[in-house]
Nanobody, 125 residues
Framework: QVQLVESGGGLVQAGGSLRLSCAAAGRTFSGNSMGWFRQAPGKEREFVAFINWSGGTTYYAESVKGRFTISRDNAKNTLYLQMNSLKPEDTAVYYC??????????????????WGQGTQVTVSS
């Protein structure tokens, strides 16, 4: 079993920053690629960012490229998402997830097998 717990969400003004954390417990964290997704009210959950097991490869959704940075600390079993220049359209519940061993992709929900409970990010205009 794998437990993922997000934290760091909150209310911030447009242009501000937040850093989300995702603490992993259970099976080995360092050997797995990880991702961040988000779900805005009335919308489907969407891909935000991906990082491979070593941190050497990252991918981002076009909507966050240049503003968000995904990173990880394998010694602390923790995944991060640094969010800068936040916009009201970034308002959503943010989820971290572990990519499944069987997956060959990184941007679909089905590519991930364990999910956190989510943390709310609200950006006011």
């Amino acid at each position: 079993q794998v437990q993922l717990v997000e934290s760091g969400g909150g209310l911030v003004q447009a242009g501000g920053s937040l850093r989300l954390s995702c603490a992993a417990a259970g099976r080995t964290f360092s050997g797995n690629s990880m991702g961040w997704f988000r779900q805005a009210p009335g919308k489907e959950r969407e891909f935000v960012a991906f990082i491979n097991w070593s941190g050497g490869t990252t991918y981002y959704a076009e909507s966050v490229k240049g503003r968000f940075t995904i990173s990880r600390d394998n010694a602390k079993n923790t995944l991060y998402l640094q969010m800068n220049s936040l916009k009201p359209e970034d308002t959503a519940v943010y989820y971290c997830a572990r990519r499944a061993y069987y997956s060959g992709n990184y941007y679909r929900e089905v590519d991930y097998d364990y999910w956190g409970q989510g943390t709310q990010v609200t950006v006011s205009s």
